[in-house]
């Protein structure tokens, strides 16, 4: 039962995740609050390219708060003991944060409850940054609504 229920794992994990959701209720706050409300005054003003710019440039802010949560997620591996080589915990945790995951992605048996996490994590911030862009995606083109 221990393999399967590693509580270090589990708290590793819980901590991790809860640190990168932190991270992108900040990126969707950040784009939501205070780039959604220019893209608006800009296309109001028909300014449809500079609108377009910011919309491109809520996007690379996400991307950025997504690469931060990898990171993250990275450290959280390397610092556990679960990968020793912080090359490897980074290109693991880029791997399963993203769902792509590599055949040769394999943490130690008692830490693999952490890819789980992990990847819940990954699906939960993209989902959400889908919204956050989808709800930009209607100031941009009101007209499409």
């Known amino acids: 039962m221990d393999d399967v ?20 209720a900040s990126g969707a706050h950040v784009v939501t609050l205070r780039l959604k409300p220019i893209i608006a005054r800009l296309e109001s003003r028909h300014h449809h390219y500079r609108a377009q710019l910011v919309f491109l440039a809520s996007a690379l802010i996400l991307l950025a708060f997504h690469l931060l949560q990898m990171y993250i997620w990275g450290l959280a591996l390397a610092w556990s ?8 915990a980074m290109v693991f945790a880029g791997s399963t944060y993203t769902t792509v995951g590599f055949a040769n992605d394999q943490l130690p048996y008692t830490w693999q409850l952490v890819t789980i996490i992990m ?6 911030s993209f989902g959400w940054s889908t919204s956050v862009m989808f709800l930009l995606a209607q100031t941009l083109y009101p007209s499409q609504r």
Do not use: D, P, R
């Not at 990847?119 to 939960?124: D, P």
């Open 5 to 24: 229920f590693n509580l270090n794992a589990l708290m590793l994990g819980a901590s991790a995740m809860l640190v990168c959701l932190i991270l992108q």
């Open 81 to 88: 003991g679960a990968e020793i080589n912080i090359h490897q």
């Open 119 to 124: 990847a819940t994590s990954g699906l939960f």
